[in-house]
């Protein structure tokens, strides 16, 4: 009762597509995939960034002060 079979599944998508048309579904999933393509970029970028902080961090040895 509760099987969820590959004619269901194929049923579905068939009704999804009459719904919506091919031209919606296909600009759904190109914006779904520069959302993610994005997001990635971004956590990369903090990554990167957090790096480049730890690697400019200079040994608190190595600091003069004037007095």
């Keep these: 009762m509760g099987e969820i079979s590959i004619t269901k599944l194929l049923v579905v998508a068939a009704l999804i597509v009459l719904v919506f048309g091919t031209k919606k579904l ?3 999933g190109g914006d779904l995939g520069s959302a993610i393509k994005g997001f990635k970029k971004a956590m990369n ?21 004037k007095e």
């Design 26 to 28: 296909r600009t759904l």
């Design 45 to 65: 970028d903090d990554d990167t960034s957090v790096k480049k902080s730890a690697e400019e961090d200079v040994p608190a040895d190595k600091i003069s002060h």
